[in-house]
């Protein structure tokens, strides 16, 4: 069983940066995908960024934050970063954590394992 748990969310300016973790308890998910995705109300959750596990090669795909965030993993500590730089007036949204074996990353249904969110807020 996996357990993900997001943390780090709040407000932030508009220009300025913010760091999502995300700690995983459980399964150490060595061979899957962990992703960031994003949803705001009334909207379909929609695709961040991705990364396998412990490699250096994440995936954002056509995601918004592209060039502008940037994921990483830390295996001594079993989380999940988001690095969130230049932040935007249209990033604000609940931030999830999820993780699932490799296939279609930027598909929310790939992944089974999910956290609870955490809430980004943007001031400009």
Known sequence: QVQLVESGGGL???????????????????????????????????????????????????SPARGRFTIATDGAKKTVYLHMNKVKPEDPAVYYCAGGAWGSPIDSSEYPYWGQGTQVTVSS
């Open 12 to 62: 932030v300016q508009a220009g300025g940066s913010l760091r999502l973790s995300c700690q995983l308890s459980g399964d150490t998910l060595r061979e899957y995908c962990m992703a960031w995705f994003r949803q705001v109300p009334g909207k379909e959750r929609e695709f961040v960024a991705a990364i396998r596990w412990l490699s250096d090669s994440p995936y954002y795909g056509n």
